[in-house]
């Protein structure tokens, strides 16, 4: 079964400090694997995905990431946080795009960012 | 396009009633995902309808039911409302199955549930 693993709950940057959020996935083939953020009270936005190509994946207010299959990871940086970033962010994995059937996408749990002025 | 909307955006019951939470998926999508949020216990897959039929199921009780329209509108429905159904009710909504981006899912804003 997927899975996916977001070791760090809460993580304190200072702004203008660079980020990076840490996802690990398992699955049995390449997946596909995406960024959520949340702002509280609010519903999940979409980020970035990476169904597959360069691995080195663009999104959405400056954000990057990365798909390393060796690591199964697909960590999310950010070169310079900004004070707005502050929120909870997911990675999600669903199935590749000729498996067919109707596997459902799986999110991680979740890590909370605080920007410190 | 629109994105996806959810009715209403904040609902208080009382424990042993019923509840019926709504949403309308963007545009030409076809799959409907229901999600449940809550701070102990994270998000939660509750069930996914493609072309009105549920095809896939986390793990809720039975209290725990949906369906999905013609039109790929969807419905949610909680009987005999427990205090710890409060949470934030999330609906995704994708293209589905055979299409582009399938598993792509785009959120609505959510439904807050409080159970007095």
């Known amino acids: 079964a997927q899975s996916v693993t977001q070791p760090d709950i809460h993580i304190t940057v200072s702004e203008g400090a660079s980020l990076e959020l840490r996802c690990n996935y398992s699955?049995?083939?390449?997946?596909?694997l995406f960024w959520y953020v949340q702002s509280p009270g609010q519903g999940l936005q979409l980020l970035l995905k990476?169904?597959?190509?360069?691995?080195l994946v663009q999104g959405i207010k400056g954000f990057e990431a990365e798909f390393k299959r060796s690591q199964s990871s697909f960590n999310l940086r950010k070169p310079s946080v900004h004070w707005s970033d502050a929120a909870e962010y997911f990675c999600a994995v669903g199935p590749p795009l000729n498996s067919g059937g109707y596997q459902k996408v799986t999110f991680g749990t979740g890590t909370k960012l605080q920007v410190i002025p | 396009k629109a994105g996806v909307t959810q009715t209403p955006r904040y609902l208080i019951k009382t424990r042993g009633q019923q509840v019926t939470l709504s949403c309308s998926p963007i545009?030409?999508?076809?799959?409907v995902s229901w999600y449940q949020q809550t701070p102990g216990q994270g998000l939660q897959f509750l069930f996914e309808y493609f072309s009105e039929t549920q095809r896939n199921k986390g793990n809720f009780p039975g209290r725990f039911s949906g369906r999905q329209f013609s039109n790929s509108r969807s419905e949610m429905n909680v009987s005999t409302l427990e205090l710890g159904d409060s949470a934030l009710y999330l609906c995704?909504?994708?293209?589905?199955?055979?299409?582009?981006?399938?598993?792509?899912?785009?959120f609505g804003p959510g439904t807050r549930l409080t159970v007095l």
């Open positions: 545009s030409g999508h076809r799959s």
């Open positions: 699955y049995g083939a390449t997946p596909y």
């Open positions: 990476y169904f597959s190509g360069d691995t």
């Open positions: 995704a909504s994708s293209p589905g199955p055979g299409q582009g981006s399938s598993h792509t899912q785009y």
